[in-house]
């Protein structure tokens, strides 16, 4: 009885996730199919995004390795026996260190966090030995002057984007998809938004097939979707708060 509860629920939420894009896409003069929901499932059990999938949500974010592997192989076995749709599609959204790159390769189709050479090479060895392609943003530090001061989203300085990309670009393994960013902490984030479309737009002139971009979380997808985002990461607004894993 509780899991139909919590299933009426998520899907309440969902149903008004999508609405928001969709209102979102008609106010910016955009399709609703080309903007991609990633429901990220961070601080919940691999049980909610059993029900996100049972009412057909189909792509899925995470940031901590050490919750993503076991939540992305739990959802894996629970699902063995339904080889006729499509498995879940596994974002990696949070920073990522070297020495988590073999566990990330082995389940994540998609990395949105790759912010320097380093790791787009650590990455690429790690694929390669996996027999994996995995799919790769570079993230962009919208607020560099933040980061320096007290701790900020993360990312590739601006000026560093096209030197990251590049990288990911020629590894042979990995394949570049586009750019990934968070707005900055306490400030609009159209301006934000509105930067990251200038430097996606020049990304696209070097690298034509890097069309996705990925910004925009529960607070502020509007936004994302007028400055032209592809995908928006939403947690809070599908999921609510972050609990303890149980």
Known sequence: MLADGRRAEIAANLAGVRARIEAACAAAGRSPEEVNLVAVT???PAVDALHLYALGQRVFGENRDQE?????????????????????EWHFIGQLQTNKVKSVVSYADVIESVDRPELAAALAKAAERAGRRPRCLVQVNLDPAAER???GRGGAHPQDVLRVADAVARSGVLRLEGLMAVAPLGAAPEPAFERLAALAAKLRGVH???????????GDLEAAVAAGAT???????LLGGRPPLR
């Open 149 to 151: 001061d007290a701790g």
């Open 42 to 44: 961070k601080f919940r």
């Open 68 to 88: 993503a592997a076991p939540k992305a192989a739990e959802v894996a076995a629970a699902l063995a026996d339904t080889a006729s749709d499509p498995f879940p």
């Open 231 to 237: 995908h928006v990461r939403i947690g809070s607004a």
């Open 208 to 218: 034509p097939d890097a069309m996705s971009l990925s910004a925009g979380m529960s």
